[in-house]
Structures are given as C-alpha cells and as structure tokens.
C-alpha cells in the first residue's frame, strides 16, 4: 500500500490540493494514520453496522422545500424545525441550516441563501453536525484524585473550585487569579466574562486574540483608528489585485477564496508572499518566496519602487495622511541590492509586485497570522497599513487592509471581552472607563474599586494568555503585581496553541490549582502531570446556546440555540452566574440582565451591549435586527451585502460595526471603512480623530474638502463632545432628556446616543475628521523598521538590524528581546522553523480532531522538510523524525519530504497535540475523551519571542535541527 494518498473533504470528494499526506503504521492502537477508511471508521466506532453508519452521515445536500414549523421548543411537536446558525470554526461567518426534530439534530442543509458562503463549506463546516453528538465530549464535571479523574457534581464542583478561588484570593489577591476565556464564546459571554473578572476584582484575563491577532488591533488602530478588517470578503470582487501575504485562506480560510476566486474571474491579479508554496499560491500569478521574518525589509522594497516610479496616490497621501515623509526616509534606505540580501526575494520579484499593485487599483492586502505572530507583529501591520495608504487603497470597493481572523468570533470577542488592558468596546481601563462602566452595570465606582486590591492594580494592565506561566515561574520580585499566579480557569482555550509548552507544564504543576471549562478536555487535562487540584468542567458548543458572533468583516449574526445542552454540560454564561453567586457578585453581575433558571438571558446581555458599546457602533445591533437579519439572509445582495428589499430593505448583511446609534436610528452598519464617498448615515466615514488635531505644528485632521458625502463641515474636525456641539449650535437640537444626559459627556459617553444622533445628522462623523497616521509616534519604532527574529539564522544582519532592549515590566513581566537573540542558535540548530494551519483542523484541533469525518481526513501530524535537507539527513516520508529545538524539546513527528518548502526550512501544523516528546498521552484523558487523533503539538518545541507592543507570540521564525528517529 502506498505511504501516499491525496486528501478529500469531508464528503469524500478530492479537494483538488496535491498535497500529500503520510500514512504511518499505527502505534499501539494509538495512531489510526494506516488504517483504511472503512477500518478507521470501525476505530473511531462508527461501523456498528450500515444503519449506524447511515444515522452519522452529516449530510443531506438536497431535498424537497417544505414549510418549516417554528417552535422554541422542538422536543414536544414532532415537526422538523430549521435552526439558523453559524459555523463554529473560522470567522468567515459561513450559515449552517440546521434541521431539527425530536430535540436531535437530523440534518444540516447548505445554507444557499446566505450572502457570505453562498450555500458552501470547507470540511469543517460540513461536519459541524458533529457537535451535535460530540462522542469524545466531557460529559460532567470532574476533579483529578491521586491522578485519575473521577465524576463529581456541579454542586460540588461549584463548591470546591469557589471556595479555593475564594481563599487565593483572600491570600494573595484578586490578582492571584488568571482568567483565560473565549474567542469561541458568542460576544455576549465574552462581554459577561469581562464585566465578571472586572467584579472579581482583577484585569488579569485574556483570550486567543493575544496570539492570534492583537498586532493587528495595536497597529491597524493606531494608524486608522479601529482595529479591525476594514473591506469585506465579499467586496474581493471589485479588487483588481490581491496581495496574500502571512494567509493561507485556501486552508485557513476556505470559503473566503470563493470570493477572491470570482474576482480573478473577472480579471484580478493574484500575488501570493509565502515562505512556503501554500495551496493559495498554486492560484497565484506572482508568487514570491520570502526569508521568514522579514517583512517590513520586503514592502519597503516594494515601496521603494512605487516612490521611485511615482506610482503613489499622490492626492490622497496629501490630504488623508499624516508622517508619510516620514516613510519615505525609511524606504529610501531599501535599496534594491539590501531588500533582496535580507529577504532572499530578488529584484525583478519585488518590482513586479509593485508593479501588480500599483497598475491594477483598487487593490487590496490580505494578511493572516504570518504577519502578526512576530516580535515585530505590530510593526509588519502598519507597514502593510501604510502600502495601502500609499496606493490610496483605503476606503475604496476593492482595496482595504483585510485580516482573516483565526476562530469564530476573535473579532467579537476582541470587540467586546476579556482584554486585559480594556473594558468592551476598547474604552480603556482608566479612572474615567471604569466611572463610565459602573454607570452602565448600575454599581457605586466605590464598590467596583474596592473589589481590586488597589486603584494601581485597577488602572493597570493584566498579564497576557501568552505569558500566564511567567507570572507563575518567574521570581515575585520580577513581577509587577503583589503576588505570583496561583490558580488559572482556562475558560473555552487550547494550551497547545501557545508557544513554550515546557514552561508551561512546569507552571501547571506549581499552581495551588488548575481549572478547564471547555466541551472537551482540552490537551489541559492530559500534559500537566499533576496528581490532584486538576477541574474538568463541561461548557456546551455554541449550537447548545444562542447570542451573536462577529465575523472577520464586522458583520455581526444571531445563531439561534440549534439542541438543548447534551449530557451534563451547561453554558459558558450559566457557569458564569454559578460562579458569582458563590463569589456574592450574581446580583450586581445580572442588575440589568434577567436571569431564568440560572442562565441571564442572552437577548438581555446584547441589550446592555448596546448600551454601552458606542465606541465601535455595537448600540444599534439589537437582537430583534439581528435575528431579522438571519431570517431574511436572501434579500442581500451577495457582493454588496445591501438588502435590495423585504423587512431588512437598505441595512448591509450583519449590521457591519460601527453601527451608529440606538437600534431606532436603523442605521445600515458600515460595510467598508474610511469611505468618504458615502453619508456616515449611509455607512460612510472618514479617518477617525482620535490622536488630537496636531502634532508638531502639524496637523493631524484631514485637508479641506476631503469629508464624507453630505458633511456639513467640509474641513477636518476633532471628535465631538457637548462643548463642541454647543459651539456649533446643535446642542438644541437634543431633546431635554439627551441633554440632560450628554451634559458634560463626549460621543463614547453619553448613553442616550443623542450626540451621535444630531452629529450624524449633519453628515459628520461622531468620532471626527482625521488623516491617517504613518508616523506613530507612540510606538518604539515611530516607523517600522526592519529587525531581525529574535532567533535569527542571519547572524551577519543581527547587528545591522538588531531587536529591542529587554523590558523590565511589561503587561506585568520581565520580557527578553536582546538578551536572547545575543545567543547564537544557529550553529546547532541550522533549520528555520516555521508552523501554520490544516484545512482539516481549527486551533488547539481538540474538536476538530474529535471530529471522525475531519480526523479521517488528516490522520498524522507531520512536518514539511525540503528533498535537498531529507536527503542529506537520510529522512524519507513516512518515517518519524525527531525535531529538537534550543528550548531542549524533542518532537516525534512523521516525515513529509515536499519542495513546498525551500531548502533550510521545515513547517509544521500546529493543531495536533496529545504526544509529549515522543510519549502518548492518551491515558492520561478522562476515559473516552481523548481526541480520535493525537501527535506532537508544535508549540511543545517553539522558543521565545513576544511582539513589543502586545506580547503577541514568535510562532514564524525558529530555529531547529532533524535526527532520524
């Protein structure tokens, strides 16, 4: 039998990749990589007999329309009853028709009708049905004993895991305490999460954004004004060109590429920057092969050409930009000679790029996590940021800086959950945000602040998920806190997706206790290799639930409660209450929010949302216009995403935040940000003003005459608050009850909306008139500027472009940069090491890796290495390998000899985990709910690195060397 097969979806079809996977001997029942699909089937046990069989398959694509009956509760009418819901995985935001009867999950239809998958999935998608079942589920809370794990109840559960919580913080404060929640969780049991850690006491709480994409948030928000996507997948279609650099969407976000793939259709170019040849690249015109790690060197090369050619916008750079002198200085440093001997990409190559980009306007960038997941994260952002402020990209159909976000609602739960340095809707945490914030939970400021050990500690950011074990290895005197962490609640999170596995584990056995709330255990309950103090606690799935879920877009969707929760498990927001009420905080938690059952109302939740959240346009999104949305999915237009007519005539899919004002004012949303040629109460907007109106005696609001459609002030202006609307005569225009609440209060503070309603009316922008800001001045570099990885292979460039000093305190810890890259690695570890995703898995890969009809579809974790490298270490596909790393860590990994990758490289999938240095931890899971396939996590073996702004993690440039196993 051959050690090779292609790859399929999840409906047996071939997917169309060449991508080539190893089969490997099974390994003590442990590994079904060999196994037929028939024999993989009976392991994963579902060939009980074809009946069975029959009952698990996922789909049914087509049948006969019938009317549907509604009914809250399915369990009782016998009638099939269709559920409107959202795919769990990637936050392309794809429907799911999800068919319901008898209170069982029967079928899940394609959802043809809505806007953003056009009735399409990838194969997580398809067998999101699963969860439904979720064979491999926890099914009720449970407690380590002498190192097993034992059934307890939730009673107890509850009791013991709060009273040891109760008493850490007692010892040694709220800040003893780590908080790891969600970007899985629905914006309202993100936004609940935050208010709840927030009357613990603590903003020691963070979730995946942290490795995922908060580089984008820090470097997009400061040079635009908000961090966030500002195009739409959809509107790829009116692209001329296409720039994927750090994106894999035909893995990481497949349906995503339906969209660009008609705009290529329709003529646009397609130029594909990846380390390794991906399957994006096999569509591209232009690929280029990049060193990793140097992307900045790379678009200031390509900008280099567009200055030198006069290519840029010359206009809009004039009257939209702030500091692009600035980068002009930096670019002309990037000569032709030094771009190509720092990221191996010659001449011809760059100058293509920019040539590609500049002919063919509107052209857009899209970016993934190959970007942001650098010590330098932050500065690659603004760097691609300002390419497309350079080329006037921004603002346009067809341009925009579009970042594909990782899991389901990371914009969401970004938007509005647990960060440690803000409340929802980035309002900070300052004296003022948290005044703000205790007006909006109806609680005394007092009592809020007294909840905190201090008003410091209250006004000082969290540690972050990436570093949580730091702040429990470190010595206490390097920690900026009273105390060392002493429990962690990993909250609905993957440890394996984090980077510095071993450290990690060394910090789990140290804690007083350690507590996982997830639908599955997690590779938590099996790597940490405790004897006792270990909680597994049983959340449902979001299909258990109901609440919104932001798209990478900001178009915003209701997923309706497709089955009651299965087993024992309850819902992340119920824990929550659980949790306050022995905390003595459930009834400040839920002052404005009805509880029933002791579950607070979901629909409630959203309402305080909207609110509060006036920041980010979150307060016109109420549940009843979502929910309209979902049900009337077929009256927008796929390409515009502008409801052509029915009940939602007018509105653009998802109410795309910022959606201004109260849901009354029935603002549309905002499908592309920093358009100008609308109304702001069309969707339009200019640059927000949020830096004042100058800096060094020059401006920083937008030129005269470059305002938004209809504008009645046709000069740039700053934000506005109740002295500014006074000045310009407005301020009658509030109703006596507005005013009464705008006095004294800004756009982002008065709670009856009425400063957004007037201003909007007028044809401003409540947030003002601002050019965009290539010079960051607050930032270590005020210009990005290249430096190489932390651990660099070059080290002839090290001193030429060497990493920032070591920080003493920053988020709370002690953070190397220079001290480690001083290290030379690269003489025992010669490889570049870099990782990335599987079409077939989503982040930790715990569900999906639970999942039969994706775990047979990807049965091995493997590692890519190039012909020329497995030949001169002896290394044949299909073999085990061992990849050791400086950290000390060994990975047993299969072998995968592809020249996808060049010479001097290997990649890696970071979904897998399980394996611990070549040991199989299947017996250390709960009995029968370990994953169907378990391998090496990658991340066992990564080494440090943080971004200089938000600790973002290293996770694309490492070193490494291969011994055959």
């Known amino acids: ?4 097969r292609k790859t399929g979806d999840a409906r047996g079809k071939s997917s169309g990749s060449s991508s080539l996977v190893p089969r490997l001997p099974a390994r003590d029942g442990a590994n079904p990589a060999a196994l037929s699909r028939r024999a993989f089937l009976a392991r994963a046990g579902l060939t009980a007999g074809a009946g069975v069989l029959a009952q698990q398959l996922p789909l049914q694509v087509m049948q006969k329309a019938q009317a549907q009956t509604r009914a809250e509760d399915v369990g009782d009418t016998g009638k099939p009853a269709l559920r409107h819901t959202v795919c769990s995985h990637c936050s392309v935001g794809c429907s799911v028709n999800a068919i319901v009867q008898n209170g069982v999950w029967v079928r899940q239809d394609t959802a043809f009708e809505s806007p953003i998958n056009l009735g399409a999935h990838c194969a997580k998608g398809a067998s999101v049905r699963e969860h439904g079942f979720g064979e491999h589920r926890l099914r009720y809370p449970m407690k380590l004993v002498n190192g097993k794990y034992e059934r307890i109840s939730w009673d107890v559960a509850i009791r013991e895991v709060g009273d040891k919580l109760l008493q850490i913080r007692q010892q040694a404060g709220p800040d003893g305490v780590f908080w790891i929640g969600s970007s899985k969780h629905n914006n309202e049991q993100s936004y609940l999460l935050r208010k709840f850690v927030s009357f613990f006491g603590s903003n020691n709480c963070d979730h995946q954004a942290r490795i995922c994409h908060s580089t984008t948030v820090a470097g997009v928000a400061q040079t635009y004004g908000y961090g966030a996507m500002t195009n739409s997948f959809n509107d790829l279609a009116h692209s001329k060109a296409v720039i994927f650099i750090g994106s894999n969407p035909s893995e990481a976000h497949p349906i995503s590429m339906q969209h660009f793939l008609h705009a290529k259709e329709l003529g646009a170019k397609m130029i594909v920057v990846d380390p390794r040849f991906t399957r994006t690249a096999r569509f591209a015109h232009h690929y280029v092969r990049i060193r990793p790690g140097t992307d900045i060197a790379f678009v200031w090369g390509v900008l280099w050409h567009i200055f030198q050619n006069g290519w840029e916008a010359k206009d809009y750079i004039a009257a939209r930009t702030y500091g692009m002198d600035d980068v002009r200085k930096e670019v002309a440093k990037w000569t032709p000679d030094k771009v190509a001997d720092v990221t191996g990409v010659p001449e011809a190559a760059v100058h293509r790029t920019a040539e590609l980009l500049a002919k063919n306007r509107p052209s857009s960038v899209v970016w993934c996590m190959g970007i942001t997941q650098h010590s330098v994260g932050t500065a690659n952002v603004r760097a691609l940021s300002i390419l497309q402020l350079a080329l006037g990209n921004i603002g346009v159909a067809g341009g925009g800086a579009n970042i594909y976000r990782g899991h389901d609602n990371v914009q969401g739960a970004t938007d509005v959950g647990p960060n440690p340095d803000s409340l929802p809707g980035y309002y900070g945490i300052a004296e003022g945000a948290w005044k703000y914030f205790a007006r909006v939970w109806g609680v005394d400021y007092e009592w809020l602040k007294g909840r905190f050990a201090s008003k410091a500690l209250m006004e000082k950011p969290g540690m972050t998920v990436s570093r949580w074990f730091d702040g429990v290895n470190e010595k206490k005197e390097f920690i900026d806190q009273p105390s060392a962490l002493r429990a962690v609640v990993y909250w609905g999170h993957a440890p394996n997706s984090q980077t510095r596995l071993p450290d990690m584990k060394a910090a789990m056995q140290k804690l007083d206790m350690l507590v996982v709330i997830d639908p599955y255990p997690t590779m938590t309950a099996a790597m940490h290799g405790r004897k006792d103090g270990v909680y597994l606690l049983p959340a449902t799935t979001q299909f258990e639930t109901q609440g919104s879920v932001t798209c990478s877009n900001r178009s915003v969707q209701w997923r309706e409660r497709v089955i009651l929760p299965l087993f024992e498990c309850k819902t992340d927001h119920e824990i929550m209450y659980l949790f306050a009420k022995k905390f003595g905080f459930a009834d400040e938690l839920c002052k404005n929010i009805k509880v029933v059952n002791n579950e607070p109302v979901i629909e409630d939740i959203l309402r305080e949302i909207n609110r509060s959240v006036w920041t980010i346009g979150y307060t016109g999104i109420s549940p009843e216009r979502l929910k309209l949305h979902m049900e009337n999915k077929h009256t927008f237009n796929p390409t515009t995403l502008l409801a052509e007519d029915g009940p939602c005539k007018g509105d653009y899919y998802g109410l795309p935040w910022p959606c201004w004002g109260t849901p009354e004012m029935k603002h549309p949303g905002t499908p592309i940000l920093y358009d100008t040629s609308k109304s702001v109460a069309d969707g339009g907007l200019p640059f927000r003003a949020n830096w004042g109106v100058e800096h060094n005696g020059d401006s920083l609001l937008a030129a005269d005459g470059w305002g938004t459609k209809d504008s009645e002030i046709d000069v740039g202006y700053p934000e506005f608050d109740h002295v500014f609307l006074k000045k310009l005569g407005w301020w009658s225009e509030l109703t006596p009850e507005e005013q009464q609440q705008a006095e004294g209060k800004n756009w982002k503070t008065d709670m009856s909306g009425g400063i957004i309603r007037v201003v909007i009316k007028h044809g401003c922008a409540p947030y003002g008139n601002a050019r965009a800001r290539a010079n960051v001045w607050n930032f270590p570099d005020p210009v990005p500027t290249h430096r190489e990885p932390i651990s660099s292979p070059r080290r002839d460039l090290v001193a030429q472009y060497p990493t920032y000093p070591d920080k003493a305190a920053f988020w709370r810890l002690p953070t190397l940069f220079s001290s480690v890259q001083k290290v030379d690695f690269h003489k025992d570890f010669p490889m570049i090491m870099t990782s990335g995703r599987l079409v077939e898995y989503e982040g930790g890969g715990d569900e999906t890796r639970s999942n039969p009809w994706l775990a047979e579809l990807q049965q091995t974790m493997f590692v890519e290495i190039n012909p020329i490298d497995a030949s001169r270490i002896g290394i044949q596909t299909g073999k085990y390998v ?71 993690q290293e996770t694309k440039v490492s070193l490494c060397r291969l011994v055959v196993a």
Do not use: C
């Open 1 to 4: 039998m051959s050690l090779l």
């Open 882 to 952: 061992w990849v050791e790393t400086p950290t000390g860590a060994r990975l047993k990994i299969a072998a995968m000899v592809t020249p996808r990758v060049p010479e001097g490289l290997v990649w890696m999938p970071y979904h897998f985990g399980g394996w611990w240095m070549g040991e199989d931890l299947r017996p250390n899971y709960p009995q029968g709910s370990a994953p169907i396939v378990l391998g090496e996590a990658a991340n066992t073996g990564w080494t440090y690195g943080y971004d200089v702004v938000t600790m973002m």
